[in-house]
């Protein structure tokens, strides 16, 4: 080898060197950033994952949920008791912003059925759509049940340094005198009801009763606990006492109420019943009209079974003297015989007899549904119930605004129908 050679071939091997250590950093890099980017999108699809899914599964979600339901629902009713108290304790001002966040927490309620339904009327292999309703539902609960234990936790504190027990009390036991006697109005009209109705008719009034001399009993037994504590110039830990007090006494005033509204619904029962049977009789000389001027066979027949169940509803509905009766169960007999004509005869009507018969049979309809609504809320109350039954009876009270609001008598006639039918629904469920 030539000497000056040697330079060049140490200054070669050292430039081999170097690209090779490049090539392997660059090697090195490469799969580093490509494990990087790896793991990272099995992270973010895994914590995306877990966002839109969580741990558990579809149906242990869904059983979460209406854990959360149930516990919102009862806890709303709970507020109505607190808030009421709240502003007899402290007054309209002090509790203005708990009244707020209690309508708030309402209003989430009923968005979180209505997401239930719309989630029950979703195909069960819809298992991404049904996922994605469950936790808006979830959602919508735990940030009202946020809401409201802040203000159970504010009014905690506040009862604590309460200072006014001697004029509470006062005020408590005045109220006490006022819901007694209210009682006492309200079951001698239930006396003087059970001369005309059955006895099923006046069940949710007189449990209502039940349910306000019980609490009654507990409100004045609590304030007779309190008293010893009370002096003129202070308080002796009895604050949590007077609050027992008078939550009990607040159920007591809308158990009262409750069973005043029964009675007053059978009584509006009682009068949509006589305007139907006017307007059964009236439409059954239609249908025999149009019995005879149908324009097909199937037409005429659907007319003629139509006409058979009016007939035996007015028979069924008719006054018999002495004879004690069920004016809801009535009028359900009437509704649902004049919807079968009604849609007997939607063909042969035009436009303007149908927005005649809509109006005259929404009114009766109408209070069908307030009293089956009633009967539901009054047993909810009473004995609790799952969610699906929660979620048609606030279906049925969402169906019963929109027919309020609705300027369409046709339109209004349907939706008070589909109020009338989850009512039913939520019924049978709350019994199952």
Partial sequence: MVPHALPFLLITDTAELVRGTTIAVITVVVLVVAIGVVAFVVLFRRGGDRGIRGTSSQSALESRTASLLVILDDRVREADNELGFAVAQFGAAAARDFGSALAEARGQLTEAFRLGQQRDDVSATADHARRQLTLQMTALCEKALASL????????????????????????????????????????????????????????????????????????????????????????????????????????????????????????????V????????????????????????????????????????????????????????????????????????????????????????????????RSQISVVRELVGRSGASARARTRLAEAERQLMIAEAETD?????????RSVTHARDADALARY
């Fill in 149 to 272: 234990d802040r203000f159970d936790a504010a009014f905690t504190e506040r009862r604590q340094n309460e200072v006014v027990a001697a004029e509470t009390e006062h005020e408590l036991r005045a109220r006490l005198s006022t819901v007694r006697a209210r009682q006492t109005a309200v079951r001698g009209a239930i006396a003087e009801s059970a001369m005309s109705y059955v006895e099923s008719a006046l069940t949710a009034a007189r449990r209502q009763l039940d349910a306000a001399s019980i609490a009654l009993d507990e409100s004045e037994a609590a304030l007779d606990a309190a008293a010893p504590g009370i002096s003129p110039t202070g308080v002796n830990a009895v604050t949590d006492t007077l609050h027992t007090a008078a939550a009990a006494l607040h159920r007591a005033d809308r158990a009262v109420s409750a069973a005043d509204s029964a009675l007053n619904e059978l009584a509006d029962a009682d009068a949509a």
């Fill in 274 to 369: 006589a305007r139907m049977r006017a307007d059964a009789a009236s439409d059954l000389l239609e249908a025999r009209v149009a019995r005879e001027t149908a324009p097909d066979p199937e037409s005429g027949a659907r007319i003629v079974t139509a006409i058979a169940a009016n007939e035996r509803a007015l028979e069924q509905t008719a006054p018999a003297s002495g004879t004690v009766y069920d004016p809801v169960l009535q009028l359900a007999l009437l509704s649902d015989a004049a919807a079968e004509l009604d849609t007997a005869l939607a063909t042969a009507r035009n436009q303007q007899q149908r927005f005649e018969h809509a109006r005259a049979a929404y009114q009766g309809t109408l209070v069908a549904a």
């Fill in 409 to 417: 008598p046709v339109e209004a006639l349907d939706a008070i129908r």
